[in-house]
Nanobody
Framework: QVQLVESGGGLVQAGGSLRLSCAAS????????MTWYRQAPGKQRELVAT???????NYADSVKGRFTISRDNAKNTVYLQMNSLRPEDTAVYYC?????????WGQGTQVTVSS
């Protein structure tokens, strides 16, 4: 019954912006820590940004100052605003919901940044 659906990916030029969305259902959204991960071909999955259930945020050093994570508990949605995009940001971006020991993942959305 749990479903996380990412949207908003696409192809942009370096320096451009995208806003990703992740709509959640089947969970008590406000009690879940929400995290964006990304994975590029041949590379390990890496954490991009986290918004905890208690209201704290954390970012990978590589995106700090460029990306902003936000959440709207009334809409059961978490967002990732990505500005000043670089080719090295190219990856599949995944939404993750976590509460206690349970993890749920979305299907991913492709972000491609051209030089």
């Amino acid at each position: 019954q749990v479903q996380l659906v990412e949207s908003g990916g696409g192809l942009v030029q370096a320096g451009g912006s995208l806003r990703l969305s992740c709509a959640a259902s089947g969970i008590t959204f406000r009690l879940n820590t929400m995290t964006w991960y990304r994975q590029a071909p041949g590379k390990q999955r890496e954490l991009v940004a986290t918004f905890t259930w208690a209201g704290s945020t954390n970012y990978a050093d590589s995106v700090k100052g460029r990306f902003t994570i936000s959440r709207d508990n009334a809409k059961n949605t978490v967002y990732l605003q990505m500005n000043s995009l670089r080719p090295e940001d190219t990856a599949v971006y995944y939404c993750n919901a976590r509460r206690s020991t349970l993890d749920y993942w979305g299907q991913g959305t492709q972000v491609t940044v051209s030089s």
